[in-house]
C-alpha cells in the first residue's frame, strides 16, 4: 500500500497494492499496522456505512459537530465517484479549501478525511456501492452540512444541477459564509 498526503494536513490518498491473476483479484482493504505507521493516525474505527446510488446522485457535504466530529476512511466497492472534502478546521492553515479525488473499483485508491472536514461525493455511474468507516458514531443532533453550491467554495462538480439528485435535506444546507462568519 502506498500513502500519500494531500495538500490539506492529515488527508491521505491511500493505494492498495493489488494482486491479480486468472482468478480476479486480492487486495487488503485496511490493515490497522500499516495505516498508523503511514499516516501517522492512529483512529480505531467504531462504524461502517455503505450506500449504493445511481448516477448523479450527490451526497453531501456533510460533518458531524463538536464532540461527535467523524474521522472517515472512504472507498468504491462498485462504481465510480467524485470525492470532495473540504477543510473546516477553523485554526488550520488550509481552512476552507478543498480536495477531490475519483474514487472507483479499478484502482481500489480509499481517501482519509480527518475528523474537521465536511465530506460529500457526486456518483459518476450507475449502482454505485461506497463504503466508509468512521471513527466515532453517528449522532442526529450533531449532524450539519454544507450546501453543494456554495459560492465561496465553487466545487466543480462537473454536472450540471439539472443532472445532479440530490435530498431534499442535501438542498437545504447552509453555505460556508453561514456557518464560519
Not at 472534502?85 to 473499483?105: N, W
Not at 463504503?131 to 452540512?145: H, L, M, R, T
Amino acid at each position: 500500500m502506498t500513502v500519500e498526503e494531500t495538500y490539506l494536513k492529515g488527508c491521505f490518498v491511500i493505494t492498495p497494492r493489488v494482486l491479480e491473476d486468472e482468478r480476479g483479484y486480492f487486495f487488503e482493504s485496511f490493515n490497522k499496522q500499516i495505516f498508523e505507521k503511514e499516516t501517522g493516525v492512529h483512529k480505531t474505527f467504531v462504524q461502517d456505512n455503505q450506500s449504493k446510488s445511481s448516477k448523479g446522485v450527490l451526497r453531501g457535504l456533510h460533518f458531524q459537530k463538536g464532540k461527535h466530529g467523524q474521522a472517515k476512511l472512504v472507498r468504491v466497492i462498485k462504481g465510480k465517484v467524485l470525492d470532495v472534502c473540504v477543510d473546516i478546521r477553523e485554526e488550520s492553515p488550509t481552512f476552507g479549501k478543498q480536495f477531490s479525488i475519483i474514487l472507483d473499483a479499478t484502482e481500489h485508491k480509499q481517501l482519509y478525511v480527518p475528523r474537521g472536514f465536511a465530506h460529500g461525493f457526486l456518483v459518476l455511474e450507475d449502482d454505485t456501492i461506497f463504503s466508509y468507516k468512521c471513527d466515532n458514531f453517528y449522532n442526529k443532533e450533531s449532524e450539519s452540512g454544507i450546501i453543494f453550491n456554495d459560492k465561496t467554495l465553487n466545487i466543480k462538480w462537473g454536472f450540471t444541477e439539472k443532472e445532479l439528485i440530490i435530498s431534499e435535506k442535501d438542498k437545504t444546507l447552509l453555505t460556508f459564509e453561514q456557518l464560519f462568519k
